[in-house]
C-alpha cells in the first residue's frame, strides 16, 4: 500500500501575529493525515515567535536572519524543510477542515502536475471569488495576469461555476502546493522580486519545463488579501509592474519578448498617466521608478533566461488584450471571453 506523501505547510511571517492568532487555529485543525506545520519568519519584530512558541509549541519555527521578502524567505526557508510537497501558505488565510486532501489527491492522480491551487475566496466577503487567484490564474499575450472568478478588480459571486479541476498558467502564492522536486527543479522563487509575481515567473518556468499547474475546486480557503501591503501601497504598485517586466524578459520567447516588453511600457505609460489622473502622484512615480529599475538591471535580468529541451506547455495563455477586453469590450466576468482566444 501506498504510503500517504507527507506535505508540509509553511506560513512565511513577517510582524503577522495579529493574523497568526486569527488564522492559526483553521489550519492547525487540518484534517490531513501526514502533515507538518512550520512558521518561516522573516525577522519578525513583534511578538509572533512568542505566540506560536506558547500555544503551538509543536509547531516548528524557521528563523531568518533578516527580512527576505515573501520570495527570497520562502527560499531561505524551504532549505530545511524535508517534505513530498510544500504548501506555502499565506498567514491571512482561513483554511476549511478538508482544504488538503482533494488537492494532494488530484496531484498524486497527474504525476505532470507540479503546483496546483484551491478555490481561493474572500475572507471579508465569502460569497465571493478573492483577488490573489481566485479559480486559477492565467495571463494575456501582453503579460497582465488575471483569473477566472476575477477580472482585474472585478470579483465574481461564486454560485459554483468554478467547481472544477481545471488546467491552469498560474496558481497563487495565497495556498500554492508545490512538489518539493518540482520546487528543487525549478530552483524555487526568484529573491530579486521580493514579493509579488514571483508565483507566476516560479509556475512560467515549470511550464516552460514541461510541467503542468492545476485548480482543484473541491478545496476552499478564505483569504483577506493585502495582509502586508495594502492594495493601494505605492510599494506594491512599484513590485508589480517592476516585477511583471523582469518575469516577460526572462519567459518570453525570443520572437516575442522585445515587441511584448515595448508595448508594455506604452500600456504602463498610460497607466502612469491615469494615476496622475486620479492624484496617485506616489503611485505614478511606483511606476517610473519600476521602469528605471528594469533598464538598470536589463543584463543582470537577461542572465537568466533559460532554455528548456522540451516543448513550453502554453495552455492557460491568453491570445489577446485583457485591457482591451475589460476597458474598451467591457467584459467583467471570464465566462464572457471568447475559449477560442484560449492555448
Not at 161 to 182: M, P, R, S, V
Not at 193 to 221: N, P, Q
Not at 307 to 330: A, C, H
Amino acid at each position: 500500500m501506498k504510503q500517504t506523501p507527507k506535505v508540509a505547510v509553511v506560513i512565511l511571517n513577517w510582524n503577522g501575529s495579529f493574523f497568526l492568532e486569527k488564522f492559526l487555529p483553521s489550519v492547525y485543525n487540518s484534517t490531513y493525515q501526514n502533515i507538518e506545520f512550520i512558521i518561516g519568519d522573516n525577522a519578525s519584530t513583534d511578538n509572533s515567535i512568542e505566540f506560536v512558541q506558547t500555544n503551538y509549541p509543536s509547531i516548528r519555527i524557521i528563523e531568518n536572519s533578516q527580512n527576505f521578502g515573501f520570495a527570497g524567505g520562502y527560499n531561505e526557508v524551504l532549505k530545511s524543510v524535508e517534505a513530498d510537497y510544500y504548501v506555502l501558505l499565506n498567514s491571512d488565510v482561513e483554511v476549511t477542515p478538508n482544504w488538503i486532501e482533494p488537492v494532494i489527491q488530484y496531484m498524486e492522480e497527474h504525476v505532470e502536475v507540479a503546483a496546483a491551487q484551491p478555490k481561493i475566496r474572500a475572507y471579508h466577503d465569502k460569497t465571493l471569488f478573492e483577488h490573489a487567484g481566485a479559480a486559477g490564474g492565467y495571463i494575456d499575450a501582453y503579460g497582465y495576469p488575471f483569473c477566472r472568478g476575477r477580472l482585474f478588480n472585478e470579483m465574481e459571486t461564486d454560485k459554483g461555476q468554478y467547481n472544477d479541476n481545471q488546467e491552469i498558467f498560474w496558481a497563487t502564492g495565497a495556498a500554492l502546493f508545490i512538489k518539493a522536486q518540482a520546487w528543487k527543479e525549478a530552483q524555487g522563487f526568484d529573491a530579486d522580486f521580493f514579493a509579488h509575481m514571483e508565483e507566476i515567473d516560479l509556475c512560467w518556468r515549470l511550464k516552460r519545463m514541461g510541467y503542468r499547474i492545476a485548480y482543484v475546486g473541491a478545496s476552499t480557503v478564505y483569504h483577506v488579501g493585502g495582509g502586508t501591503l495594502n492594495t493601494s501601497n505605492p510599494k506594491k504598485t512599484y513590485l508589480n509592474f517592476r516585477n511583471n517586466l523582469m518575469m516577460l524578459q526572462k519567459n518570453l520567447p525570443l520572437s516575442r519578448v522585445f515587441w511584448v516588453i515595448f508595448s508594455r511600457l506604452w500600456l504602463d505609460f498610460a497607466a502612469l498617466i491615469k494615476f496622475l489622473l486620479e492624484r496617485k502622484p506616489k503611485d505614478a512615480w511606483a511606476v517610473s521608478r519600476a521602469h528605471q529599475y528594469f533598464f538598470l538591471n536589463f543584463f543582470k535580468n537577461a542572465k537568466k533566461r533559460k532554455s528548456f529541451s522540451v516543448k513550453e506547455n502554453k495552455k492557460g495563455l491568453y491570445k489577446n488584450s485583457i485591457v482591451w477586453d475589460f476597458y474598451m469590450n467591457k467584459i467583467r466576468k471570464f465566462s464572457e471571453l471568447d475559449g477560442e482566444n484560449f492555448q
